[in-house]
């Protein structure tokens, strides 16, 4: 009994890493091209450098709610730390992704905001995620 116990434990944990892992590159990617085409729009427009903050902002959300929304479609439970985790483990991908692009690693207050953003936006994404599919 303890055998299929630990044996069910660990296909839970294996599912929620790969949900964690699928979560986290979707919002990467989603980011990725959200970021392409504000590019776009700034190149080709007079748009005021005030909004590009918080439209980056919108974008990290945005993408990290996608991610959660998709990684966690099969989760009834869990969504809060699962979340968590996607909204962290994209944060952390996305400041790496984007610090070998600009080609300097700038750990400031800004990529620490960018953490708590990230993990408490997706810790309720997660919780509203994981709800929606119980009704």
Known sequence: MKVKALKKENETKDRDFASILKGTLLALSVAMVMILLFAFVLRF???SDKLIAPVNQVIKGASIFFG???GLKKHKTKGLFNGLLIGL???IVA???FSLLDGAFVFDRTFFNDLIFG???GAICGIICVNLKKN
């Open 119 to 121: 993990s408490v936006i």
């Open 45 to 47: 427009t007079s748009v």
């Open 95 to 97: 400041f790496l992704v």
């Open 68 to 70: 959660v929304f998709v």
């Open 89 to 91: 483990g994209f944060t």
